[in-house]
């Protein structure tokens, strides 16, 4: 079963900085769009960055100069360096991939979720 995990969450001052990464594994055959969205406490999900597999990147006008998303195709891995944080930054964020992997019997394109981890932007 194809999987996505994600690490690197934590709690960072204002100003300071965060990379998260996000691992896809499993039997893989392609990975397309991979990206990062987030949640904060009586909001809803919002799409931070989104990265096709040509490198091709999308950015939300709030993270726009101060936040990175890049992959390594190699690792099936997505990271996002958040520099400049801010406490509206904080959030649960999710990992995203649009993924061709091995199901039950039969490959398949599915959208699949990482299970989440906690940004805290606080003093």
């Known amino acids: 079963q194809v999987q996505l995990v994600e690490s690197g969450g934590g709690l960072v001052q204002p100003g300071g900085s965060l990379r998260l990464s996000c691992a896809a594994s499993?039997?893989?055959?392609?990975?397309?769009?991979m990206g990062w969205y987030r949640q904060a406490p009586g909001k809803q999900r919002e799409l931070v960055a989104a990265i096709t597999s040509g490198g091709s990147t999308n950015y939300a006008d709030s993270v726009k100069g101060r936040f990175t998303i890049s992959r390594d195709n190699a690792k099936n891995t997505v990271y996002l360096q958040m520099n400049s944080l801010k406490p509206e930054d904080t959030a649960v964020y999710y990992c995203n991939a649009d993924i061709i992997g091995l199901r039950v019997g039969a490959p398949g394109r599915d959208d699949y979720w990482g299970q989440g981890t906690q940004v805290t932007v606080s003093s």
């Open positions: 499993g039997t893989i055959y392609t990975i397309y769009t």
